[in-house]
């Protein structure tokens, strides 16, 4: 079951941070938040993840809060081809392995 | 990154038939793939958990004889919809992680199949 809640809808003007918002506040100590987007009938592809420090790389910063109750993902300039559906994930470990569970994502609207 | 593929892209179908979709890890080794579906506006969910040389582990709710999965090698699993009905109509991803349960593991996707039954 996910763990995430997120907005369904964001709009973000190009060029512009993007801030996208996520709740777990039912996250245990060694979950992971990841962050994936999925542009329309594609496979989702993987932007980021952390524990519970801020976490930087080439397409995004991912901010936690200190209680690790949520989070969020920074796009710094936002371009038209960020627009997409944007995926909180909290990986759940198992005694098989780790899972990960979509929540309903929050579809964010880029525009000119 | 790490490439997944999968085929075909985009299926039609007879109700009533059975509809097989591949899924490959083209340079890393698999020992565990995961099967999503996703419908028209929605999130993925979560169908299974396919193990190389062993039986798949389905999630609550997924029938095992309808949608069969084989994972015969580490870098190829199979799921069979069978007979297949219009209700079965969706988006059918798969997935793969070359570093499995470690620290930084990291799922990567195909680029999913649309199957449509008529």
């Known amino acids: 079951d996910a763990k995430t809640t997120q907005p369904p809808s964001m709009d973000c003007a190009e060029g512009r941070a993007a801030n996208l918002p996520c709740n777990h506040s039912t996250i245990s100590g060694n979950e992971y938040v990841y962050w994936y987007r999925q542009i329309h009938s594609q496979g989702p592809q993987y932007i980021i993840h952390?524990?519970?420090n801020n976490e930087t790389n080439e397409m995004a910063s991912l901010i936690i809060t200190e209680d690790r109750k949520s989070s969020t993902l920074i796009l710094p300039h936002a371009t038209l081809r960020d627009t997409a559906v944007y995926y909180c994930?909290?990986?759940?470990?198992?005694?098989?392995?780790?899972?990960?569970?979509f929540g309903t994502g929050t579809s964010l609207t880029v525009i000119p | 990154g790490a490439v997944v593929s999968q085929h075909p892209s985009r299926v039609i179908c007879k109700s009533g038939t059975s509809v097989k979709i591949e899924c490959r890890s083209l340079d890393f080794q698999a020992t565990t793939m995961f099967w999503y579906r996703q419908f028209p506006k929605k999130s993925l969910m979560l169908m299974a958990t396919s193990n190389e040389g062993s039986k798949a582990t389905y999630e609550q709710g997924v029938e095992k004889d309808k949608f069969l999965i084989n994972h015969a090698s580490l870098t190829l699993s199979t799921l069979t919809v069978t007979s297949a009905h219009p209700e079965d109509s969706s988006f059918y991803i798969c997935?793969?992680?070359?570093?499995?349960?470690?620290?930084?593991?990291?799922?990567?996707f195909g680029s999913g199949t649309q199957l449509s039954v008529l």
């Open positions: 952390g524990l519970k």
């Open positions: 997935s793969a992680s070359p570093r499995r349960g470690g620290q930084n593991e990291k799922l990567f």
């Open positions: 994930i909290v990986r759940v470990a198992y005694n098989t392995g780790n899972q990960f569970y």
